[in-house]
């Protein structure tokens, strides 16, 4: 029920773009997009809830493919402020349980 | 606007002692989940309460856990008789509507040590 998020992961030189996927072997009812800083609480980037939905902010997007299961995150020109853990997290039934992935270390270097 | 708080920050208990984690939601947030990060892991779904009801509990241990959010006061993570297992972060978050389809606001979480 745990998504799988791929790659495990990634590292990037600043301006380079990255995408992370998440896959789920369940329907998904909607998808939310998390960063976590090593010692420090997840912080929301953003929620899709239908699927085709994309949205952005920043140079961050992301898209929900809702007939394949799948998310992916798309972070185009890096930043190193973009370094952390991205988690994905989907509802494995409407407003309840909620799963996160297995999470994508991203690193980006000078 | 005060964000979710938890506390304490940092909780050291010996094998066979009780821990006790607190969680106080953001103002007009009455929508608490439960999660567990054990060291270089992801995060595990525990439980999700509403205001005095336990919606879902599917994530936690059957045994020596147990999770609460009464009317007045913050919500409780209770565990009993802890073990070394149990090291782990602990993270609150809340969210202000019902269901899992809103932003979840985390609080900075317990990191709990079993001696």
Redesign the interface.
Same mark, same amino acid.
């Given at each position: 029920q745990?998504p799988v998020q791929s790659p495990q992961a990634v590292i990037l030189r600043e301006g380079e773009d990255a995408v992370i996927n998440c896959s789920s072997s369940k329907a998904l009812?909607?998808v939310?997009w998390y960063r976590q800083k090593h010692g420090?609480?997840?912080?929301?980037l953003m929620?899709l809830?239908k699927g085709g939905e994309q949205k952005g902010h920043d140079k961050i997007s992301a898209s929900f493919n809702e007939k394949k299961q799948q998310s992916s995150l798309y972070l185009t020109a890096s930043q190193l402020s973009y370094s952390g853990t991205y *988690?994905c997290g989907t509802?494995g039934v409407?407003?309840?349980? *909620?799963? *996160?992935?297995?999470?994508t270390s991203l690193t980006v270097i000078p | 606007n005060a964000g979710v708080m938890q506390n304490p920050r940092h909780l050291v208990r010996r094998r066979g002692q009780e821990a006790r984690l607190r969680c106080s939601p953001m103002k007009g947030h009455s929508h608490v989940y439960w999660y567990r990060q054990l060291p270089e892991e992801g995060l595990k779904f525990m439980v999700y309460l509403q205001k005095e009801n336990i919606i879902d509990e599917s994530g936690m241990p059957k045994e020596r856990f147990s999770a609460e959010f009464p009317k007045e006061g913050p919500s409780i993570l209770r565990i009993q008789q802890v073990v070394r297992g149990d090291s782990a972060a602990y993270f609150c978050a809340s969210s202000p509507s019902p269901g899992l389809r809103n932003e979840q606001f985390f609080g900075p979480g317990t990191r709990l040590t079993v001696l």
């Open positions: 745990q009812y909607s939310h420090e609480a997840p912080v929301f929620i809830l *988690f509802e409407p407003g309840n349980q *909620f799963y *996160f992935g297995t999470g | -």
